[in-house]
């Protein structure tokens, strides 16, 4: 899989969204998932096919706005010779401006991040959306060791899902079994079979999580103190080892300590997430205590050390709601830019030219233009969410728009 940014990701979410929240007059906007190892042309003929049932729709109109929705489709894949690497999707159909009639085939074609597994062709008044979403969805993977003086049990949490990968038992005898051995070589043989057990369970542990790529961290967790004899003893190998994020006490062991450790490090685990966004904004406010240069902050401060090319890592607040507006007079041409706080209303200006009306020509979310003049001049960009109190303070006390300078630029 590949690396995603954090502005990529800002931008399909935002894509999705919107997309979720469109309907077609009638059963006439079309989804399609085209997997990376199908062909183009089997697309087309399926697509060509299609066209042809939905000559039987009854409303007119219905029927129009599907073929037109085919039609749109089929000219955007002759445009690849062959699907991208993670295949395709396409949304298309006739989206309603206003009464009916007023129509208008929108298409979107997204190249997803993770590989499409099934092809799908749908029709339906909303576009079908969950593949993607689901692709989307965190999928960060942690490893889980439930463990105890009788058993271990590994998992992997992926995302929400969980995998219960095996359980083995230790085979250490418990106080019981003790009989008439003396309690000091009884306690000696125990101490061993522990010894033994541990060792096991790092190899065990070793088999099933060191192989994974971003494997982000590992839990562990059993009742008692066997656990914490584990994590203490470095059993583990050392990578793993250092991947331990967190040790909690359970009251089970096995499957059910599996998902009770899932839901005692829920907080932790959230945690883990955002601690880069933390990281991100810590940096920016260290440099601005300390040599202050190195810092921009507000959005016209910001957008001019970015048309300078001056910026390093560009931070903006996922929670900004601001648009940037270019006007242009009807009258004698005049353009100017400037940034409003509202998302529907289409705003209008006075010329300073000459006192004409200026109409809206253009509107993004600031967001957008900014990360856009950022990418431009290769600058970082990260999109912090509001979760923590440093994304917070970021929003309410920057006004979500804050820089990290490449070197000062007076
Ligand atoms: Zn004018």
């Known amino acids: 899989m590949s690396k995603r940014s954090s502005l990529e990701l800002y931008r399909l979410k935002k894509l999705i969204e919107e997309l979720e929240s469109k309907e077609g007059r009638g059963t006439e906007l079309v989804s399609l998932y085209i997997p990376p190892g199908r062909q183009i042309a089997d697309a087309m003929n399926n697509l060509r096919e299609e066209y042809g049932t939905a000559a039987n729709i009854k409303s007119k109109s219905t029927r129009k706005n599907v073929q037109d929705a085919i039609e749109s489709i089929m000219q955007r894949l002759k445009l690849f010779k062959i ?47 969950d593949p993607i979403k689901e692709m989307l969805a965190e999928k960060d993977i942690y490893g889980l060791i439930v463990l105890d003086r009788s058993s271990a049990t590994f998992a992997i949490l992926k995302g929400r899902r969980v995998d219960i990968l095996e359980t083995i038992t230790s085979g250490v005898p418990g106080k019981h079994d003790a009989g008439g051995q003396s309690a000091r070589r009884f306690q000696r043989l125990i101490e061993l079979a522990a010894h033994d057990f541990y060792k096991r369970v790092a190899e065990h542990a070793e088999k099933h999580f060191l192989a994974i790529e971003n494997l982000k961290g590992i839990i562990i967790g059993g009742p008692g103190p066997t656990k914490n004899e584990f994590y203490n003893g470095n059993y583990l190998h050392y990578q793993l080892q250092s991947k331990v994020i967190s040790i909690e006490d359970l009251g089970y062991t096995e499957e ?12 932790v685990l959230k945690d883990v997430e955002l601690i880069r ?18 810092v921009a902050y507000g959005e016209n401060e910001v957008r001019e050390k970015l048309e300078k090319g ?17 006007y242009k007079c009807q009258s004698c041409g005049y ?11 289409f705003s209008r200006e006075t010329c300073e030219k000459c006192g004409g009306i200026m109409y809206e ?7 957008e233009e900014l990360a856009k003049l950022a990418e431009e001049t290769k600058a970082q960009v990260e999109i912090i969410s509001t979760e923590t109190s440093e994304g917070k303070m970021l929003l309410s006390s920057f006004g979500g728009i804050v820089a990290i300078l490449r070197y000062v630029n007076e």
């Not at 001056?310 to 270019?326: D, Q, T």
């Not at 353009?335 to 209303?345: G, L, M, W």
């Not at 020509?361 to 967001?367: A, F, H, T, V, Y």
């Open 310 to 326: 001056a910026v390093k890592i560009l931070l903006i607040s996922a929670g900004i709601e601001k648009y940037r507006i270019k």
């Open 277 to 294: 966004e933390k990281n991100l904004v810590q940096e920016f406010l260290g440099l601005l205590v300390k040599s202050s240069n190195y």
């Open 335 to 345: 353009e100017k830019e400037a940034t409003i706080a509202n998302k529907h209303d």
């Open 256 to 267: 059910p300590g599996v998902y009770e450790l899932i839901e005692k490090a829920k907080e």
């Open 361 to 367: 020509e253009e509107r993004k979310s600031i967001i």
């Open 83 to 129: 699907p991208p690497p993670n295949g395709l999707i396409v949304f298309s159909g006739a989206i309603p401006r206003g009464p009916p009639g007023s129509e208008k085939i929108e298409t979107y074609v997204i190249e997803p991040p993770e590989p499409i597994s099934i092809y799908y062709y749908r029709c339906d008044s909303k576009f079908f959306l």
